[in-house]
T-cell receptor
Framework: DSGVTQTPKHLITATGQRVTLRCSPR?????VYWYQQSLDQGLQFLIH???????AKGNILERFSAQQFPDLHSELNLSSLELGDSALYFC????????????FGSGTQLSVL | AQKVTQAQTEISVVEKEDVTLDCVYE???????LFWYKQPPSGELVFLIR??????QNEISGRYSWNFQKSTSSFNFTITASQVVDSAVYFC??????????FGTGTKLQVIP
């Protein structure tokens, strides 16, 4: 058990809808990362937050947004969903800002029908 | 820009064979970190090793060993006497400190009993 909690584990929704994925980092970790894993794109970095502030942005679509709250949990919001957004979304946490190992959650499997 | 290349998409070996997974990286940072992660069929990514750019010593941990060569920008991973439990997707990753952690596309290893 990595100590990172992601909810929900599975999410099935329709095109055009909006969903929120939630992540609770390991106790004491200040950094939260979001990744999207799909068969054709591999593990794509979306965004990194450190202690509530956005640190780095990757290939995150404008329809997607994220935030890290004062209690350090993070939410990834996906809106106007398309079929191509179907993927496994991972959250990871670390104590610092990128040079430490990442602890991954078990992921949220999103299926857009 | 950072880039990680894992040219081997899938590898199959018979149990007890040795196998090497290749990783080549690109970065403009002088200080950076390299990682290997394992993603077993259960889905959760598990940290295996971290190496910083100033430490070119090879590392051995049980049946696992890593060869870091800065001159060729490679960080290869060898499993000795492979076992069925080693079957997984293995990801090489690169981090430049305050930047995103970039993952390679992964190598799927299948160990046949």
């Amino acid at each position: 058990d990595s100590g990172v909690t992601q909810t929900p584990k599975h999410l099935i929704t329709a095109t055009g809808q909006r969903v929120t994925l939630r992540c609770s980092p390991r106790s004491g970790d200040l950094s939260v990362y979001w990744y999207q894993q799909s068969l054709d794109q591999g593990l794509q970095f979306l965004i990194h937050y450190y202690n509530g502030e956005e640190r780095a942005k990757g290939n995150i679509l404008e329809r997607f947004s994220a935030q890290q709250f004062p209690d350090l949990h993070s939410e990834l919001n996906l809106s106007s969903l398309e079929l191509g957004d179907s993927a496994l979304y991972f959250c990871a946490s670390s104590s610092g800002t990128g040079d430490e190992k990442l602890f991954f959650g078990s992921g949220t499997q999103l299926s857009v029908l | 820009a950072q880039k990680v290349t894992q040219a081997q998409t899938e590898i199959s070996v018979v149990e007890k064979e040795d196998v090497t997974l290749d990783c080549v990286y690109e970065t403009r940072d002088t200080t950076y970190y390299l990682f290997w992660y394992k993603q077993p069929p259960s889905g959760e990514l598990v940290f295996l090793i971290r190496r910083n750019s100033f430490d070119e010593q090879n590392e051995i941990s049980g049946r696992y060993s890593w060869n870091f060569q800065k001159s060729t920008s490679s960080f290869n991973f060898t499993i000795t006497a492979s076992q069925v439990v080693d079957s997984a997707v293995y990801f090489c990753a690169l981090s430049g400190g305050y930047q995103k952690v970039t993952f390679g596309t992964g190598t799927k290893l299948q160990v046949i009993p």
